[in-house]
T-cell receptor, first 115, second 117 residues
Framework: AQSVTQLGSHVSVSEGALVLLRCNYSSSVPPYLFWYVQYPNQGLQLLLKYTSAATLVKGINGFEAEFKKSETSFHLTKPSAHMSDAAEYFCAVRVSGAGSYQLTFGKGTKLSVIP | DAGVIQSPRHEVTEMGQEVTLRCKPISGHDYLFWYRQTMMRGLELLIYFNNNVPIDDSGMPEDRFSAKMPNASFSTLKIQPSEPRDSAVYFC???????????????FGNGTRLTVT
């Protein structure tokens, strides 16, 4: 079965510091991977997605993620945190041919940005 | 593009009452998903539809939950009777069919916060 694990339910960084949010997936076949962001009292918004075209994926708001098959990872990074980045971030996986089209989400990582 | 529209935004009801949550997907999207979000369990898929047909309802907790999609622009999630443990945020999401279906992202509504007392 497909699954993702997000390491760290809460991450705090200073404004201007590097943001690193970790995601590891479990899949026996090449997965499709997504990062979403959720602001308070809102739904999830797509940040970026990996579809095997390139291992380094650039998304909105300056975020990017790198697919590393050897490490089964898809970590999300941003060089310089901004106050507006404070939100909850979710990694998600979908596996083709798994018999279901569902998107499976991690537990989420809440990012706090300290001024 | 108005996005996925859910109603109501908030619902407070007493245990035992029937609750109906509503969703209007983005026009032209073939897939519709219902998710539930709680602190303890995170985001759980309840059911999803393709072209108005339920495909996978294995996440529906029990018979008290039912979902319908009578047409391409409307879906409901009903809980009857409701219980306090059903308190959660319920999200509806839709997705287009773009080439390879598996890389199509989900577009989420703003959710319905359900409180059952």
């Amino acid at each position: 079965a497909q699954s993702v694990t997000q390491l760290g339910s809460h991450v705090s960084v200073s404004e201007g510091a590097l943001v690193l949010l970790r995601c590891n997936y479990s899949s026996s076949v090449p997965p499709y991977l997504f990062w979403y962001v959720q602001y308070p009292n809102q739904g999830l918004q797509l940040l970026l997605k990996y579809t095997s075209a390139a291992t380094l994926v650039k998304g909105i708001n300056g975020f990017e993620a790198e697919f590393k098959k050897s490490e089964t990872s898809f970590h999300l990074t941003k060089p310089s945190a901004h106050m507006s980045d404070a939100a909850e971030y979710f990694c998600a996986v979908r596996v083709s041919g798994a018999g279901s089209y569902q998107l499976t989400f991690g537990k989420g990582t809440k990012l706090s940005v300290i001024p | 593009d108005a996005g996925v529209i859910q109603s109501p935004r908030h619902e407070v009801t007493e245990m035992g009452q029937e609750v109906t949550l509503r969703c209007k997907p983005i026009s032209g999207h073939d897939y519709l998903f219902w998710y539930r979000q709680t602190m303890m369990r995170g985001l759980e898929l309840l059911i999803y539809f393709n072209n108005n047909v339920p495909i996978d309802d294995s996440g529906m907790p029990e018979d008290r939950f039912s979902a319908k999609m009578p047409n391409a622009s409307f879906s409901t999630l009903k809980i009857q009777p409701s219980e306090p443990r059903d308190s959660a945020v319920y999200f509806c999401a839709s997705s287009p069919r773009q080439g390879s279906t598996y890389n199509s992202p989900l577009h989420f509504g703003n959710g319905t916060r359900l409180t059952v007392t």
